[in-house]
């Protein structure tokens, strides 16, 4: 099992950017897939995005298609999420987290590790 920790958060002005980072410790990082999830105030948790073991495959939902991006580097076990254009829609947590696949992720099925989170506020 990975250990996660999420950092990047802040508060930015509508139509800004903000990259989070995810730092894995555990020699299996590379054999996981990875996402990122958030949750707003009142909220229940989504899905934000989700990477493959090997990077080949990116996933997202429509609501940050197009704005968001996730990536990995699997020599510095991070997994980074990049965010622009963003919206006051997109104020929550970001959690960053580890399943065996992508499907897990996609449908928040069995996750096997999250992280604690890293807040992202996003003001009008």
């Known amino acids: 099992q990975v250990q996660l920790v999420e950092s990047g958060g802040g508060l930015v002005q509508a139509g800004g950017s903000l990259r989070l980072s995810c730092a894995a410790s555990g020699r299996t990082f590379s054999t996981y897939a990875m996402g990122w999830f958030r949750q707003a105030p009142g909220k229940e948790r989504e899905f934000v995005a989700a990477?493959?073991?090997?990077?080949?495959?990116?996933y997202y939902p429509d609501s940050v298609k197009g704005r968001f991006t996730i990536s990995r580097d699997t020599a510095k076990n991070t997994v980074y999420l990049q965010m622009i254009s963003l919206k006051p829609d997109d104020t929550a947590v970001y959690y960053c987290?580890?399943?065996?696949?992508?499907?897990?992720?996609?449908?928040?099925?069995?996750?096997?590790?999250w992280g604690r989170g890293t807040r992202v506020t996003v003001s009008s």
């Open positions: 987290a580890a399943a065996s696949g992508v499907v897990a992720l996609t449908t928040s099925g069995a996750i096997d590790s």
């Open positions: 990477i493959s073991w090997n990077g080949a495959n990116t």
